[in-house]
């Protein structure tokens, strides 16, 4: 938790006197980022129409009510809705684990709710998904004995839950979207989706009846986006369904931090992006200048005094700052076209 101390300094003081100019200024910065956030492919790329960036996406209907189990090595967690309609499982990227998708709870005490993973989940929720992520026996996923584990846990969770008539979907991000590649290719899965990943079809090749694929990415990362153009066009030669979500960078606001970040009150964010523009971290229309791995942020924290070793939401700001640089990162943005993708596939 970020930590105020009891008596409010002058920053706080005039951060409250200046509050209209700085909402006005909000204001300009969520209309900016609505031109940039991504498009479906199905046009040229000039002519994307971006879906606009509404607070509503960040606030559901569902609450999180986790189960956590340990089985044949690894840890699950998962959650089944009321009358769930189609099964989703989710695989993390490198260094990630189940517990960054599900928010901290009695049921969940090491869970840590990323933002991005978190809304994904619950966007899965609302659309009555049963939802079941596993964590990888390693750092990241491989390729090897982790599928056939992975698997056998799948049927294994389905079975028992008598979830057997409804159809499988399946997501994975960075390393987990090489792992659900390969996956797909011995599971029934009614279509999935490769976020930040290429997949690995080069190596495995294309298996009759592969499902119908969704590639989420980020064209600044101009080497994975012509791999996975390239891996468009093999899947579709093989009568594969496909189509990409491209993410674009966009400029950081108070207000998208403090409504996607759990205890992270619209004072600090105010705080955090006054110290990014003052540190030249943002551009003059409020961009990333660099990625948020590359930007010496937490050394700017300390400098201003405030005790890191408290916090412990920084790795959830990481992860936000990043996601606006638009290079490499989870992203909840394109749920809408994630689950849509998934329902047009449900038969």
């Known amino acids: 938790m970020w930590r105020q101390s009891h008596k409010p300094t002058k920053l706080f003081h005039r951060a409250q006197r200046c509050r209209p100019r700085a909402l006005a200024l909000l204001a300009l910065f969520l209309v900016a980022s609505t031109l940039l956030l991504c498009g479906i492919k199905g046009k040229p790329s ?31 967690i998962w959650q089944i809705p009321e009358s769930p309609k189609a099964v989703l499982f989710i695989a993390h990227g490198c260094n990630g684990r189940a517990a960054n998708f599900w928010d901290r709870s009695p049921g969940c005490p090491y869970c840590v709710g990323f933002p991005e993973e978190r809304l994904i989940v619950l966007h899965a929720l609302d659309r009555r998904f049963a939802v079941l992520s ?14 056939h584990v992975v698997k056998w846990i799948t049927t294994w969770w389905i079975e028992r839950n008598k979830l057997e008539k409804l159809p499988i979907m399946a997501l994975g991000a960075s390393s987990g979207g090489y792992f659900v590649s390969a996956l797909a290719a011995e599971m029934r899965y009614k279509s999935i989706v490769l976020m930040i990943a290429e997949g690995v079809f080069d190596t495995m090749g294309i298996p009759e009846g592969y499902p119908p694929t969704l590639f989420v990415h980020m064209p600044k990362d101009q080497r994975r986006m012509r791999l996975i153009e390239r891996n468009m066009e093999a899947l579709r030669r093989k009568g594969v369904r496909v189509k990409e979500v491209r993410c674009l960078e966009f400029p950081l606001s108070p207000n998208f ?14 705080k955090l992006i006054r110290m990014f523009s003052e540190k030249g971290f943002l551009d003059e229309n409020g961009y990333m200048r660099k990625d948020g791995r590359a930007t010496r942020w937490k050394q700017a924290l300390r400098e201003r005094g405030f005790p890191l ?4 939401l920084l790795n959830h700001i990481q992860e936000e700052l990043n996601l606006a640089y638009g290079y490499h990162e989870m992203t909840s943005l394109q749920t809408d076209d994630i689950f849509d993708w998934f ?5």
């Open 46 to 76: 000039s002519q994307y129409d971006p879906p606009k960036l509404k607070r509503s996406r960040t606030r559901t209907s569902t609450q999180f009510r986790p189960t956590v189990e340990y089985t044949n090595g690894t840890d699950l």
């Open 134 to 147: 596993i964590s990888s026996s390693r750092k990241c996923w491989s390729l090897g004995k982790e599928k």
């Open 257 to 270: 931090l403090s409504d996607r970040i759990l205890g992270l009150n619209q004072t600090m964010a105010v």
């Open 309 to 312: 070793e408290k916090y412990e």
């Open 343 to 347: 329902e047009s596939y449900m038969n």
